[in-house]
């Protein structure tokens, strides 16, 4: 079974900081999928990435995927309260459509 | 217009107790799932069923049972109720393909 261990698992800024989160993965994703969860929902897609090496932006955030697609990061610039969640890599799973969740790393950001 | 919707919001129920939890998308998806998210956020998959067929079952004791009426809806059976029950649980949907998987608010179930 794949396991998809994230770094750090808690992380708590100020505003205006900058930070990155890690995924890591036992063995090659297929592709890999970065989720946000605010407090009292369900997990909200931000991004898919496919082709090891590849760098997508989303405003402030920016979703690495490792050459070798075993890793992947997120990181965030300037940090808002409103980025304040649990963020979760997952593996959506090939052909299976089985969609992994990582570990998970909670972030507060302080107004 | 909720595209995936999850009733109850909360449920506090005794020990030993039975109880269900509905979910229904508006999205026309073919597969749903549900999840359970324990104390430490770690959000573990339990069932998907794909066109009303069960196609994924992660060692889920035999006292849940899921169960799809038809492909938008995926109820949840929870019997004799368990103190380690308690947690979050979460309906998702998504398209076979498409890999977009789209959550409801969750269901938090405590067992007392």
């Known amino acids: 079974t794949q396991l998809l261990e994230q770094s750090p698992q808690f992380l708590s800024i100020q505003e205006g900081e900058n930070l990155t989160v890690y995924c890591n993965s036992s063995s090659v994703f297929s592709s890999l999928q970065w989720y946000r969860q605010e407090p009292g929902e369900g997990p909200v897609l931000l991004v898919t990435v496919v082709t090891g090496g590849e760098v997508k932006k989303l405003k402030r955030l920016t979703f690495q995927f490792g050459d070798a697609r075993k890793d992947s990061s997120l990181h965030i610039t300037a940090a808002q309260p409103g980025d304040t969640g649990l963020y979760l890599c997952?593996?959506?799973?090939?052909?299976?459509?089985?969609?992994?969740f990582g570990t998970g790393t909670l972030l507060a950001v302080q107004p | 217009d909720t595209a995936v919707s999850q009733t109850p919001k909360y449920l506090v129920t005794q020990m030993g107790n039975d109880k269900s939890i509905k979910c229904e998308q508006n999205l026309g998806h073919d597969t749903m799932y549900w999840y359970k998210q324990d104390s430490k956020k770690f959000l573990k998959i339990m069932f998907s069923?794909?066109?009303?067929?069960?196609?994924i079952n992660e060692t889920v004791p035999n006292r849940f049972s899921p169960k799809s009426p038809d492909k938008a809806h995926l109820n949840l059976h929870i019997n004799s109720l368990e103190l380690g029950d308690s947690a979050v649980y979460f309906c998702?949907?998504?398209?076979?393909?498409?890999?977009?998987?789209?959550f409801g608010q969750g269901t938090r179930l405590t067992v007392v």
């Open positions: 998702a949907s998504s398209q076979v393909g498409r890999r977009i998987a789209f």
């Open positions: 069923y794909n066109n009303k067929e069960l196609i």
């Open positions: 997952a593996d959506p799973g090939g052909a299976t459509n089985k969609l992994i």
